[in-house]
């Protein structure tokens, strides 16, 4: 266990395309790292070895969260790298489209049990840890602004985001004042060309703002709720405007 003073953030879902920036610019930011990823070690150990150039003490675990055994597997070998939980982060999501009316089974538990399931059990988890902590620790979800949107063709997913926020403020109103939790939803942050085939300058139309996000956006966000000590239970959407649309 390393005992240190310094900050230490759990992330899930840390070698993802977000994830992986997010993971990156907190261990320049002075914490110790500890990330999950679920399929691809090879690309996990490369972000671990960028990310141990600022944070050296960082690990990683492989997690399938969608599955409650995996979690907790993946708590107690945090517990045995670190003795503390500062900042909380549940980056791991899976994201595609599924066309009413023919959405099957197998592809709402992919999709709810790994984004929805996955965060609640990973924020039930840490708040277990953070509650006997002697100082104040904060969780931080990430979600999505079509929370608030109507994406006829992700039903599955659109519903486990807007859950999501709900359990954030559920976590925030039972754990105050011991933990801090909030939600960031991101708007177009980076294009997946796996997903999505529009140029850049036609997905800015919808942005007042006329620009597609970048991961340091959200970082932005995120150092903003880990500096603040009076900010809980809520939703930034980090979307460049999309939202007034």
Known sequence: MAETEKKVCFITGGSGRLGRDVALSLAKNGYSLFFTYNRSREK????LDKIRSFSPDSAMAQCNVSKVTDIEKAFRLFSEHFNRLDLLITSASN???TKLPDVTEAQWQSLVDTNLKGTFFTMQAGARIMKEQSFVSRIITMTDISANLIWKNFAPYTASKTAIQHLTRVFAKVFAPKILVNSIAPGTVTINPDWNDSPENELSKNIPLQ??????D???AIMFLTQSSYVTGQVINVDGGRLLN
């Not at 620009?211 to 340091?216: F, S």
């Open 218 to 220: 959200i970082m932005e």
């Open 44 to 47: 996990a150990a490369d972000a």
């Open 95 to 97: 994201f595609y489209s």
């Open 211 to 216: 620009r597609i996000g970048e991961p340091a």
